[in-house]
């Protein structure tokens, strides 16, 4: 039974090693493949993959050698670990609690609007630089390629993802045949061009945080069963950890069952110093 919190630390340890390898190969995917090129979500992803690559190597190494070094680094690691995490899901939740869109009369989808999400979302977006390189990634996704093919019964009848919605169209409100002055901003700003429409939009900046945020909502919900995962794990790191060190030496807890044939460096002073304290009680 001595031994059990050990294995027991070292086959999830094993387990949370190899699970790392889809996460940080999932992030790299997600660099590839999003129609924003986001990186809200990728480096976060990144880095969990790669801290739970070491913390798990670190675990499984101090379990199944018994070496009480590695488990205490382990286990200040791990706690770390735990705390960022919860930093991370808290500010999440804090980030993307705004937004969600609303319905358009007559349509199956909704529209977005950039003020409904909250400051730190929107500094992102805002910024010139950034926005460039977002908008490069849905031209280069080819996003809007069908939506601009679409009749008007379409736009009655099918549905639209977030980015489709504010950056393949104009919003639902603008009407061309009155005068633009009494107009939405982003009616201004539309164009057929496939290489303009509403990428200069802020319904299409608010519709790449709304992807962002249905994202990163699914993100925070799966690191509190990560978080609750990872305490199940420390605690019984700490069992592992302390029974590593009685391995190493039983005095702490008691006089020795058994003489040892190369006893450690500070034995002897352990029993001259318990004995002193005999002697004076």
Not at 37 to 59: A, K, M, R, W, Y
Not at 97 to 119: F, I, W
Not at 141 to 157: A, E, F, G, H
Request: glycine share 8%; net charge positive.
């Amino acid at each position: 039974m001595s031994r059990f919190s050990n294995t027991v630390i070292g086959l999830l340890n094993l387990f949370t090693l190899l699970a790392s390898i889809p996460i940080i190969g999932g992030a790299l995917w997600l660099t590839r493949s999003s129609a924003t090129c986001e990186s809200f979500l990728q480096t976060p992803l990144l880095v969990i993959g790669f801290i739970i690559l070491i913390v798990s190597l670190v675990g499984f190494i101090g379990a199944c050698f018994h070496l009480a070094w590695a488990l205490w680094l382990y286990l200040v690691v791990m706690l770390l670990l735990i705390g960022a995490l919860m930093a991370f899901t808290i500010f999440g939740f804090v980030v993307t609690g705004a937004g969600g869109g609303s319905a358009v009369s007559g349509r199956v989808y909704n529209e977005y609007q950039l003020g409904d999400y909250s400051t730190w979302l929107r500094k992102r977006v805002e910024d010139p630089k950034y926005w460039r390189t977002i908008k490069g990634c849905i031209l280069g996704s080819k996003t809007c390629r069908d939506i601009v093919m679409w009749s008007p019964v379409d736009y009655l009848t099918k549905d639209m993802s977030p980015i489709q919605s504010g950056c393949c169209k104009p919003p639902s409100e603008c009407n061309y045949e009155m005068s633009m002055m009494a107009q939405d901003i982003d009616c201004y700003k539309w164009n057929s061009d496939p290489n303009v429409l509403c990428y200069e939009c802020d319904s299409c900046k608010a519709g790449v945080l709304e992807d962002v945020r249905r994202d990163w909502r699914k993100l925070s919900i799966l690191n509190v069963m990560m978080i609750l995962l990872l305490i199940g794990i420390y605690c019984i790191g700490c069992c592992a950890f302390r029974n590593t060190r009685r391995a190493e030496t039983d005095y702490p807890y008691g006089e020795n069952r058994m003489s040892k044939v190369r006893p450690r460096w500070d034995f002897f002073w352990w029993r001259w110093w318990h004995e002193r304290r005999r002697q004076l009680s």
